[in-house]
């Protein structure tokens, strides 16, 4: 065995063994620990920005040469769509319509994050937009047809959900029939048994209860103040957390000076938010119900062993099922949360239109659905993307949809102007991807 450097560690049993044909790296190179020195370790992808703006800039600059776009191109989009259509009416950006619009997210947004989960693991689920047609009719049904309380059966209708998801992870990853061809299927029969939950009518209206209240139901101003309050100051600590707990493990923290960015760039957000809410109804529940969705996601995903398994398997199944992970429990997990999230969506959706129908979850909820996931960020190769990329991605298609309305465009320009934007993005993440790999950052 080649000598090690000094200060470095011996290696961990079972670890790959250095090359010995490479020369072996002197202290304090990159990636090597130098005795003496506070920070585990200096190679550049461990560390975070230099002090001052300066460093702020160069650090991003680095990060968009290496690949590591994050959801930039998303908010850029963002930014412009909407600058377009403001000015081609000048309502867009009115606080009525935007209200509308988180209105017409939160439902597929819900289901996208979903997704999303799906799309970490490198796989698809094209039964999703089904699966919450499913749940919305199966709840429905037991609702008014059964006299069941609404809120037993809208849990009901996330068991059925779970169960499908289950039940369609377990063939693709227990018989190893490929998720593609067994969501298909799906896409297919759940149609069918949609179709037989509703019967012969076809269709069945909500009465006015806790379900329909679910979209119905906007926040005083002051509610939602203290709530934009509590986020802003929830993010801020989590921020602070992560500094403290870098320093506790010997890693250089994020400097304060981004810290700070980050909490203004998302707090003055937030506060912007919730002040057009404001200005018209008030803070939606359903949109409350959809961030809250995405946050607890994103927390799963990034800061539970579970998540660091989700992005693991993603990127490599190979290594994580040789590094002890149950990839086949991992799998069935995923897709049984995901079709879980495609109830929540189909419950929204049935809410806010008060009825469900033959064609919910059909048309282009499926579609809509992946495309926000993928125009958010979330690779299709597995193994990157974050749950914020299904809100952001939505937002995307849904003031394109709203935006196109407001003008009263042919709905034909809708799907060529969306399906454009979904190529965009899909080639802008094989670009980036490209760019990863030749950094070395895979």
Same mark, same amino acid.
């Given at each position: ?29 990159? @990636?090597?620990?130098?005795? @003496? ?186 509610? @939602? ?19 403290? @707990? ?68 993603? *990127? ?91 003008? *009263? ?30 950094? *070395?950052?895979?």
């Amino acid at each position: 065995m080649s000598e090690l450097a000094p200060g470095a560690a011996e290696p961990a049993a079972g670890s790959a063994q250095s090359n010995p044909a490479q020369p072996v790296p002197a202290a304090g190179a990159v @990636g090597v620990v130098a005795p @003496g020195r506070g920070d585990a370790a200096v190679d550049p992808r461990l560390l975070f920005a230099g002090p001052g703006l300066r460093g702020l800039a160069d650090s991003a600059l680095r990060h968009v040469r290496a690949g590591e776009l994050g959801s930039l191109p998303v908010i850029v989009g963002l930014v412009v769509i909407w600058t377009i259509f403001q000015f081609q009416n000048s309502n867009f950006l009115t606080s009525y319509n935007l209200t509308n619009l988180a209105l017409q997210v939160a439902a597929t947004g819900t289901i996208a994050t979903g997704v999303f989960l799906v799309l970490l693991l490198g796989e698809i689920d094209l039964s999703v937009g089904w699966v919450s047609g499913l749940c919305a009719s199966v709840m429905a049904v037991l609702s008014v047809r059964h006299g069941w309380a609404p809120v037993l059966a809208i849990v009901a209708a996330l068991v059925v959900g779970a169960a499908v998801g289950a039940l369609q992870g377990s063939l693709f990853a227990v018989f190893g029939v490929p998720s593609f061809v067994v969501t298909l299927a799906g896409f297919i029969a759940w149609q069918g048994v949609q179709l037989k939950v509703l019967g012969r009518d076809g269709s069945l209206n909500l009465p006015d209860s806790e379900i329909t209240k679910l979209t119905s139901t906007f926040f005083t101003d002051a509610t @939602g103040w203290v709530i934009a309050g509590i986020a802003v100051a929830g993010y801020a600590g989590a921020q602070l957390a992560e500094v403290r @707990g870098r320093r506790r493990a010997g890693l250089r923290p994020r400097p304060i000076a981004e810290v700070a960015v980050r909490v203004v760039v998302v707090g003055g957000a937030l506060i912007a938010a919730v002040a057009i809410l404001n200005d018209d109804r008030g803070l939606p529940l359903a949109l409350l119900i959809f961030g809250c969705l995405v946050l607890l996601v994103d927390l799963v995903s990034r800061r539970t062993s579970y998540g660091r398994h989700l992005y693991a398997v993603g *990127g490599n199944v190979e290594a994580a099922r040789r590094a002890g992970i149950n990839v086949r429990a991992l799998r069935v997990s995923a897709f049984a949360a995901a079709s879980c999230l495609a109830g929540v969506g189909g419950v929204l959706a049935a809410a806010r239109l008060t009825s469900v129908t033959q064609a919910s979850g059909g048309s282009d909820t499926l579609l809509n659905a992946i495309a926000a996931a993928v125009i958010g960020g979330t690779s299709l190769f597995g193994g990157r993307g974050r749950a914020w990329s299904a809100l952001l991605g939505i937002l995307v298609i849904g003031s394109i949809a709203n935006g196109m309305d407001l003008l *009263g465009l042919d709905q034909s320009v809708k799907f060529i102007i969306t399906g454009s934007v979904l190529l965009a993005a899909v080639l802008l993440d094989a670009a980036a991807r490209r760019g990863r790999q030749a950094s *070395g950052r895979g």
